[in-house]
């Protein structure tokens, strides 16, 4: 059983930055893709960005192109996310899921294992 333990999550104001962690129970860290996804208040759950096993590779969702950035420690078996330029509507719960595969993919059913997840608001 793989466990998955989130942090770093809070309040910040527009256009300020926070760092996610999530660190990973277990071997093998650095053979499987990791991604962040997030879920708002009435929404759906939503792809922001996943990195291969290795690090070499990364995905994003549009909406945070260009703001967030995901990296990995394999050493540390952690995952981060930096969010700059933080907007309103990025306000929601944030998860670290693990892919059973090394290749980021935005696809929600190829993820096995989530964290709890660590929420994330920004006020205007």
């Known amino acids: 059983q793989v466990q998955l333990v989130e942090s770093g999550g809070g309040l910040v104001q527009a256009g300020g930055s926070l760092r996610l962690s999530c660190t990973a129970s277990?071997?093998?860290?650095?053979?499987?893709?990791m991604g962040w996804f997030r879920q708002a208040p009435g929404k759906e759950r939503e792809f922001v960005a996943s990195?291969?096993?290795?690090?070499?590779?990364?995905i994003y969702a549009d909406s945070v192109k260009g703001r967030f950035t995901i990296s990995r420690d394999n050493a540390k078996n952690t995952v981060y996310l930096q969010m700059n330029r933080l907007k309103p509507e990025d306000t929601a719960v944030y998860y670290c899921t693990r892919r059973n595969g090394r290749f980021p993919t935005l696809k929600i059913t190829e993820y096995d294992y989530w964290g709890q997840g660590t929420q994330v608001t920004v006020s205007s």
């Open positions: 990195i291969s096993g290795s690090g070499i590779s990364t």
């Open positions: 277990g071997r093998t860290f650095d053979n499987y893709a």
